[in-house]
């Protein structure tokens, strides 16, 4: 696992991140594996339920019903949102719908925690619907965001956060976003047996969380190859810097199988997540990338 450090705001110096009941936190950084690690940590010593004393350091056991859902991304109180993957966006229908539930009682942890993530998405109302909340979470609830740099927030959604800067140490062997960017740019070049199997090995010495970032990375890229089909503009692009790349891999193919290979990864993702093993899954997003392939 990688060090990070975690450093308050104006404090400067490097600090366990407590609860502070009322408050709502924004996760800085601009590598997302290590912050949804870090988010795990935080959220597994609140809901832990290991009265046996057998905590790590870390202040969960990692082993009790709660910790192994939490790591799973399992857990029915902790909700994890992100933008939706058509409009690229966490639209105000989202916030509504988050709102709904964060005044219900947990089902079965102290507390329930509503996670955002690349909360720069938020459309503008939706960050405006959302400031009551944040400024004012009920007790037994926890609102995280996320985001590469607080600048692209609301300054009126930051105010009401206390911000945990996420900077990585420089010596871990963590793979760097845009290394993990270009891994995932590679499902779209024209791949031989050969190829393919080396960006299956490759994939296999990631984390696993590494890899559900690579997926997530191929995801948008064929979100925008569908936008390229239908000849969206270049502000529509998540990834405009494999423009040309993706330009190039949409001729082989139509709209519908790009919207097929969409499904397949968001379910690939999803059992990567609940630990399927990564050289059959992603074997398998390659296979079908391949026999959809027209020319
Ligand atoms: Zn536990």
Excluded at 96 to 102: A, G, I, M, S, T
Excluded at 138 to 153: F, G, K, M, V
Excluded at 245 to 251: F, M, N, P, S, T
């Amino acid at each position: 696992m990688t060090k990070t450090q975690l450093l308050k705001e104006n404090a400067g110096s490097s600090a366990r991140i407590g609860l502070e009941s009322g408050r709502s936190f924004l996760f800085v950084g601009s590598n997302a594996g290590v912050i949804c690690d870090e988010i795990l940590a935080l959220v597994k010593r609140v809901n832990c339920l290991d009265e046996e004393g057998n905590s790590k350091s870390d202040g969960y056991c990692d082993t009790c019903k709660n910790c192994r859902m939490i790591e799973k991304k399992q857990h029915p109180d902790v909700l994890w949102l992100a933008p939706s993957i058509d409009t690229a966006s966490i639209k105000i229908e989202d916030i509504r719908h988050l709102k709904e539930k964060v005044y219900l009682k947990p089902y079965q942890a102290q507390k329930k925690i509503f996670v955002i993530e690349n909360a720069q998405r938020l459309t503008p109302q939706a960050a405006n619907a959302m400031l009551k909340i944040l400024e004012e979470p009920p007790p037994d609830a926890l609102l995280i965001l996320t985001c590469e740099n607080a600048s692209q927030l609301l300054p009126t959604v930051v105010s009401r956060c206390r911000l945990v800067r996420i900077t990585q140490d420089k010596a871990g062997p963590e793979t760097a976003v845009d290394d993990l960017k270009k891994i995932a740019a590679r499902f779209f070049e024209k791949s031989d047996v050969f190829s393919s199997n080396r960006l299956i090995d490759e994939l296999c010495l990631l984390e696993r969380r590494e890899v559900e970032t690579v997926l997530g990375e191929v995801l948008f890229m064929l979100r925008d190859g569908l936008f390229l089909k239908l000849n969206a503009r270049d502000c529509a692009l998540m990834s405009p810097e494999f423009k040309a790349d993706l330009e190039r891999w949409v001729k082989f193919y139509c709209a519908s199988d790009i919207q097929m290979l969409l499904e397949k990864v968001m379910r690939v993702k999803d059992f990567v997540r609940g630990n399927a093993n990564i050289k059959i899954a992603v074997d398998s997003i390659i296979k079908d990338m391949e026999s959809a392939r027209c020319g």
